[in-house]
């Protein structure tokens, strides 16, 4: 692909898109770019691979059914114009708006671009050595350092010229413990739309803690099987509220037939403590952006409110359908693959428990920590969500670590035996969401502390 | 094409006398159709070009590893990839490493050459076929699908003479089938990629996925039990096993001391054999070269439940100072992981019907919500999403909910009975397995 400006590609892009009224059809364009540096560090391996840029383009058209077309190449954009069908008389069946400009890059305290690779490694290594050095059970110490930037560039046919730079930075540290026969861990992440500066927050005390956490686990013992009250942190929160529930309300899903929440709108699916909320305009956190890929504005997006559902996850097609407004949530994992209605940061709002009084009044339970994976049934209801450790509660006092315990059940039930969320302030984990096992984006979830009663556990 | 571009990148790389390099190149096309209910909602053409460079620069007792993506033929952005690499190079120690050389490789086909050449016309005759195998059963609806046809072209090049190039086929299948009866609903939910045209199977699969719907529906929530006995489908087992023994059979893990596998040790119970096959016919990762160049070959890595052989990449072979097993696998960042090709499972002496009619109370998993062992431990837990319960020999009801937990690296010591009738899914070519001593809890 030979290089040009965002300029001549918006120059480029409205001269592609004046080929296809809007009167007779929807007709949209998007330039996708990546630059990253991935460096994953053992103590038997350094593995260091960059992008310094790869691009795509990937362009479409509405005439009943979307025609798309994706290519690697400028040289070649003709064939847009020639293979996308032109119509008459198409253009009212995807919903009209108003067209906006925005040329904006995120702009972090210091970009890791500026930081040559020598002092990236200098870093990685010396976080390495001191976890590695910190207690010989630490057998292996792995660090996986991913930095991007995502360049999105979007004209359409309504008058949209759109450009976004998006950095992400995510850090993963994984401490493996071995004592005897037993081997395990725990891990740690930090992340965001943020630059080099999120590093400092690795000081020693934390790098003990994080290095803790693992040696932790060679204390841990098999959670109990069946139905208890459980405790879930933040991150584990976020999975339900994410993995559960989320991709049950993505609308495209209701275009399908194939959501359990389909005809719950404006009814009770939860406990009447739960706020649950979908939000792509919110700044620094891994899911956030400023318009998605089919050039909508990231807006706020009130799923559940007090219990009761109040809005499902768009995209421009399914909002169309539905006859609503949607807040920015169509999105692709790149050029090559296709647009859907996805997830952003989604969390619960804090409630006003104090977390030590929601512990208390449990006799026996369980804490889940540290959300590890979770999966979808959307036409089901169903729910998996794994955490990779936890703790036992008797007598209203946290008291044996636990290993990796999965919780499941009908999602319904979940949210309907949440009996208690905490105060304490919201907190997003970031990670990369598949819908089913595919088409992957950045997003965060979380929350506060949630309290839920009767929920079925097991060993994870 | 591909050696156009191979020409342009090397003659830029050798102005810069570099001695050691390699350009791995990858040219994909893929052209879907995306069903909404039983209508195309979206026809997609795609196409994609990466080229990921590594260069080495050798130190006194390390090498430095440079590796660089891109898919800009620009000669400036060409030439700031191999700048970056040669700087990534110069800072990266890793253990002492050299690119594979020329060698002899085994023959295997993974072209169809119907789809080379008429590709949206064999991916719209075969997404119609399926969707009029579907349509057939009126008692479920399908709510959404996808079908894909994949063309790759694959070129390696390096500096120790080695220039290779392979084109590959394949196909990708996600479908939801839901059934209702008194507003209750439940699906089958298939996904996957499959090699081979022969293996699409669309009325066989199909007939499957419609029982498999249904029966969800009128699924019960299974018994709990302490000492289950599950059989796994081939789907189920990929997940349950790849990964752990992947892991502990790898060359990598066995440097890191952190397998669990030693040569000639019991691992498994005796009934099971099982190889890692990169020439394996009808293999999603079959090839007669890994991501590095290196030959695939078919290693045993059980034999009656002894462990054999390792699984090498080049770098984890020159470390045990033996020769790569061709487990070079390229992850998404372009690195060359120590993964595993094919696993295969050779089959039992009992077909499935009189397995079932042996177990006096059992669990058979069609399909986890999600099985993702941990690779260190092999511990595991999952929701059931499609199965059945066993009772005297026969199945007695559909199940769904409840977790299965337990480990791998235990549970493949503890294995009853191995089915005749083996099923591909994706990378693997694996029987039903009937596994005792694990936890259902509902």
């Known amino acids: 692909m030979i290089d040009q400006s965002f300029d001549q590609i918006f120059t480029t892009f409205e001269e592609i898109s004046n080929n296809f009224k809007r009167t007779n059809q929807y007709f949209d364009i998007l330039y996708d770019s990546l630059s990253a540096v991935f460096i994953n560090k053992t103590p038997f391996s350094e593995d260091i691979s960059a992008v310094t840029k790869t691009s795509g383009i990937v362009a479409r058209t509405f005439d009943g059914t979307w025609k798309e077309i994706a290519l690697d190449d400028f040289s070649n954009l003709n064939i847009i114009v020639e293979k996308l069908p032109k119509v008459v008389n198409k253009g009212e069946e995807i919903a009209e708006f108003e067209g906006w400009k925005l040329n904006k890059e995120l702009k972090t305290k210091i970009n890791p671009k500026d930081i040559p690779i020598e002092e990236k490694l200098k870093k990685i290594r010396d976080i390495s050595d001191f976890i590695q050095k910190y207690d010989k059970r630490i057998v292996m110490c792995q660090i996986k350092y991913y930095e991007t930037e995502i360049t999105r560039i979007f004209v359409n046919n309504e008058g949209s010229q759109l450009r976004q730079v998006i950095p992400r930075l995510r850090l993963f540290i994984m401490p493996i413990v071995k004592e005897g026969m037993t081997i395990d861990f725990d891990y740690s992440v930090i992340e965001g739309e943020v630059g080099f500066e999120i590093l400092d927050e690795l000081t020693d005390t934390k790098l003990e803690q994080i290095a803790n956490n693992s040696l932790d686990m060679l204390k841990a013992k098999i959670p109990p099987a069946g139905k208890f009250t459980v405790i879930v942190d933040p991150g584990m929160g976020g999975t339900i509220a994410h993995e559960s529930f989320g991709h049950g309300l993505e609308a495209d899903q209701v275009l399908r037939g194939r959501s359990y929440l389909k005809d719950k709108l404006n009814k009770k699916v939860a406990s009447e403590v739960c706020v649950i909320c979908d939000v792509p305009d919110m700044g620094n956190q891994l899911g956030s952006y400023f318009f998605d890929d089919e050039g909508i504005k990231a807006g706020k997006n009130v799923l559940v409110e007090h219990g009761i559902l109040k809005n499902f996850i768009y995209d421009r097609k399914s909002a169309s359908l539905l006859n609503t407004t949607p807040q920015g949530n169509g999105r692709r994992e790149s050029y090559a693959h296709v647009v859907q209605p996805r997830m952003s940061n989604t969390y619960f709002e804090p409630g006003d428990y104090d977390i030590e009084e929601m512990i208390s009044e449990i006799k026996e339970g369980v804490m889940c920590n540290h959300s590890y994976f979770g999966m979808e049934d959307p036409i089901g209801g169903g729910m998996q969500c794994t955490s990779k450790k936890g703790y036992l509660i008797e007598n209203g006092e946290k008291t044996k670590i636990l290993k990796s315990i999965a919780l499941s059940g009908y999602v319904l039930d979940v949210l309907e035996n949440i009996d208690a969320i905490s105060n304490d302030a919201t907190t997003l984990h970031g990670g990369t969401c598949g819908k089913g096992h595919a088409d992957k984006v950045p997003v965060s979830d979380g929350g506060s502390y949630i309290r839920i009663k009767e929920v079925l556990i097991s060993p994870g | ?442």
């Not at chain 2, 190889?275 to 059980?302: M, Y």
């Open chain 2, 1 to 442: 094409m591909s050696n156009e571009k191979l020409d342009l990148i090397e003659k830029s790389i050798k102005s810069k006398n570099i001695n050691e390099y390699e350009i791995f190149l990858v040219e994909g096309k893929a052209y879907e159709s995306i069903f909404l209910k039983d209508k195309i909602d979206n026809e997609r053409d795609i196409s994609n070009f990466e080229y990921i460079l590594r260069i080495l620069s050798q130190k006194e007792n390390e090498t430095g590893i440079g590796l660089v993506r891109g898919n800009s033929l620009d000669p400036k952005e060409i030439e700031r990839n191999i700048n970056t690499c040669i700087l990534i190079a110069k800072n990266n120690l890793s253990s002492k490493f050299f690119f594979p050389g020329e060698a002899s490789f085994p023959d295997v086909s993974i072209l169809d050459k119907e789809v080379i050449q008429d590709p949206v016309d064999i991916k719209n005759n075969l997404a119609e076929e399926l969707i009029s195998e579907i349509k057939q059963y009126k008692e479920i609806q399908s709510t959404f699908g996808r079908f894909r046809v994949h063309i790759n072209e694959i070129s390696l090049r390096n500096s120790n003479s080695l220039d290779v190039s392979a084109l590959k086929t394949y196909f990708f299948i996600e479908f939801s089938l839901k059934a209702q009866q008194k507003g209750k609903l439940s699906e089958f939910w298939p996904y996957l990629f499959i090699k081979e045209r022969n293996h699409l199977n669309f009325s066989k699969r199909v007939e499957k996925w419609v029982r498999l719907a249904q029966d969800s529906l009128i699924a019960k929530v299974p018994k709990p039990n302490n000492n289950a006995t599950v059989i796994f489908s081939p789907r189920v087992l990929k997940n349950a096993l790849n990964p752990v023994i992947g892991a502990h059979a790898s060359g990598r893990a066995h440097h890191q001391k952190l397998s669990r596998f030693n040569i000639d040790d019991e691992v498994a119970s005796d009934n099971i054999t099982m190889f890692d096959d990169g020439l394996l016919d009808g293999g999603f990762r079959t090839n007669k070269w890994d991501s590095e160049g290196s030959p695939r070959q078919r290693t045993e890595i059980i034999k009656n439940g002894i462990f054999q052989k390792r699984l090498y990449d080049q770098k984890f072979a020159l470390i045990a100072n033996l020769r790569s097993t061709g487990n070079g696998v390229r992850t998404l960042t372009g690195i060359v992981d120590n993964g595993i090709t094919n696993f295969e499972i050779l089959p039992g002496s009992m077909n499935f019907d009189e397995i079932i009619s042996e177990i006096h109370e059992g669990y058979f998993i069609e399909q986890f919500s999600d099985l993702t062992p941990s690779k260190l431990s092999g511990a595991f837990g999952a929701e059931i999403r499609n199965g059945y319960y066993i009772k005297n020999g026969k199945f007695e009801n559909p199940i769904k909910l409840g977790n299965v937990s337990g480990n791998v690296l235990k549970m493949i010591r503890d294995c009853q009975y191995i089915s005749k009738e083996r099923e591909y899914f994706e990378n693997t070519l694996f029987p039903y397995m009937v596994f005792n001593n694990l936890t259902v809890s509902s």
